[in-house]
């Protein structure tokens, strides 16, 4: 059974940091690209991150910057370190397991409030 299981999330002031983590169990990690997408109220879940199976990384343009993806695949970790935090940050963050083609398993969510 795929489980991806995200923490860390929580409430942060505007220019706090936060770091995600997914813990991913019952895939073969290193054979996957990993991403973190996120989804705030009335809006499309859209991706914020992602990192290749070779390591390679990509970020949204509102992400850039102040966002970092990382892998271990020791640990069949992914983690998104996330600096200068504004209040449009405020969404569910999601992990994501892709290949591609093959399949997609996604994680239960975990809530980051960024508010004074």
């Known amino acids: 059974q795929v489980q991806l299981v995200e923490s860390g999330g929580g409430l942060v002031q505007p220019g706090g940091s936060l770091r995600l983590s997914c813990a991913a169990s019952?895939?073969?990690?290193?054979?996957?690209?990993m991403n973190w997408y996120r989804q705030a109220p009335g809006k499309q879940r859209e991706l914020v991150a992602a990192?290749?199976?070779?390591?390679?990384?990509n970020y949204a343009d509102s992400a850039k910057g102040r966002f970092t993806i990382s892998r271990v695949n020791a640990q069949n970790m992914v983690y998104l370190q996330m600096n200068s935090l504004k209040p449009e940050d405020t969404a569910v963050y999601y992990c994501?397991?892709?290949?591609?083609?093959?399949?997609?398993?996604w994680g239960q969510g975990t809530q980051v409030t960024v508010s004074s």
């Open positions: 019952g895939i073969i990690f290193g054979t996957y690209n």
């Open positions: 994501n397991a892709a290949q591609i083609p093959g399949p997609t398993y």
């Open positions: 990192i290749t199976r070779g390591g390679r990384t």
